[in-house]
């Protein structure tokens, strides 16, 4: 059995600020260069932080999604189920074995439980992690990592992977995995990633700031700028939301700062934008976008 991912909690109070670092100095990892930057260029999945996986699946499926077992993760603290999209990405829906037990694991998430869990965090492909880490480091910024992480499926298959993790206050920026057994073994393809309702990929994700245009400079910095001014992680674009008037992101910086805050996944459908339950989606925002969204 390998070690279970290792990092620094990204609530660290030693762990320097992203704010203005990363966009003055223009770091990233990934496999781009864009105008002397290395950039990120896709979006591996995000995280989804339940109290009871069982339940949790049973209402993603009454939500329209095929749900594929996962596995336990090695550190036998944590099981999850995956649900994946035909662009490479998925969700995982994450529980911990025994949710009342005071033991933690490395990425600090029972600190989410007590606010009900729901969307905390997400995540980055790389393919050399070792070099894209270094590279981070190179230009000043704090990464936790790489080290080793893993997960049993339910047929005793192995599956093994590296992380890293920028360090920073909150969740704002991605943290980062590479796979060392393949990636389909990891995540399933084929009839897994057709969904009744329609899904076929994440194609926004909306992240709680205490100030939009500072977070729109420092993810810049790691998705790349392009003419557009859009931020785009692979096929998902990053909107960063600042409290103003938005009720659900004060929220999320009141109780667990700077993270994920909303999805939107594509369909392709002509129809208009529509919320999903979120009684069933574990108080997760997850809209299912029509094809002029």
């Known amino acids: 059995m390998w070690p279970f991912c290792g990092f620094a909690l990204s609530t660290c109070p030693d762990a320097p600020s992203s704010a203005g670092r990363i966009a003055a100095r223009g770091a990233a990892a990934g496999a781009t260069d864009v105008g002397g930057r290395c950039v990120l260029t896709r979006l591996d999945h995000l995280v989804i932080l339940v109290c009871d996986l069982d339940r949790a699946v049973r209402g993603y499926e009454e939500l329209g999604f095929t749900v594929t077992p996962g596995g336990e993760h090695a550190d036998g603290l944590t099981r999850n189920a995956l649900i994946t999209f035909g662009d490479d990405s998925y969700l995982e829906l994450v529980a911990f074995l025994e949710p009342e037990a005071p033991s933690d694991n490395v990425w600090g998430w029972r600190a989410f439980l007590p606010s009900g869990g729901g969307l905390i965090d997400y995540c980055a492909a790389s393919d050399d992690l070792r070099a894209d ?68 990929g994440i194609s926004r994700l909306e992240v709680a700031v205490a100030d939009a245009r500072e977070a729109a400079r420092d993810l810049a910095a790691l998705v ?54 979120r009684r069933l989606s574990n108080g997760v925002v997850i809209r299912l976008l029509g094809r002029t969204s």
């Open 224 to 277: 790349g700028d392009p003419p557009d001014g859009s931020l785009r992680l692979g096929a998902c674009t990053l909107f960063p939301v600042a409290p103003g008037r938005d009720e659900e992101a004060r929220g999320r910086l009141a109780t667990a700062g700077p993270g994920p805050l909303a999805v939107g996944l594509a369909t392709g459908a002509p129809e208009e934008a529509k919320e999903l339950d």
């Open 133 to 200: 880490a270094r590279r981070l480091e190179e230009h000043g910024l704090g990464v936790d990592g790489p080290t080793d992480g893993g997960r049993r499926l339910p047929n005793g298959t192995e599956n093994r992977w590296r992380v890293a993790r920028i360090r920073q206050n909150g969740r704002l920026l991605p943290f980062l995995i590479e796979d060392v057994t393949p990636r389909s073994a990891r995540v399933p393809g084929g009839p897994a990633n057709k969904h009744p309702n329609g899904a076929t």
